[in-house]
């Protein structure tokens, strides 16, 4: 089993930065793909940005290319999402997401390829 706590969403105002923090509790955290998904009202949950066991791999959805940044830190069983330039179609609650790493890391970016989630944490970025 793996909990999962995000941290880190908030009101900002376009052009702004956060840093998302998710927080896995559980054993072996570093057997495990790390992925954010977010889900903006009346929308379906999308992929962010993937994070592979060892921390080699990333991968970012081209809506945050060249401004998300995914990292990991196996030391202390934390997943992040740095977030620049936002802009006001960011605004969703983002989810924090853990799959048993398959051994490669295709299917990263399907919601249900994933084993446990974080309750979310709520980014609004106002224009």
């Known amino acids: 089993q793996v909990q999962l706590v995000e941290s880190g969403g908030g ?14 509790s559980g054993r072996a955290f570093n057997s495990y ?20 066991w060892s921390g080699a791999s990333t991968d970012v959805a081209d809506s945050g290319k060249g401004r998300f940044t995914i990292s990991r830190d196996n030391a202390k069983n934390t997943v992040y999402l740095q977030m620049n330039s936002l802009k006001p179609e960011d605004t969703a609650v983002y989810y924090c997401a853990a799959r048993r790493a398959p ?9 249900v390829n994933y084993d446990y989630w974080g309750q979310g944490t709520q980014v609004a970025v106002s224009s």
């Open 33 to 52: 793909d790390m992925g954010w998904f977010r889900q903006a009202p009346g929308k379906e949950r999308e992929f962010v940005a993937a994070v592979s």
């Open 103 to 111: 051994g490669d890391f295709r299917g990263r970016r399907v919601s």
């Open 11 to 24: 009101l900002v105002q376009a052009g702004g930065s956060l840093r998302l923090s998710c927080a896995a």
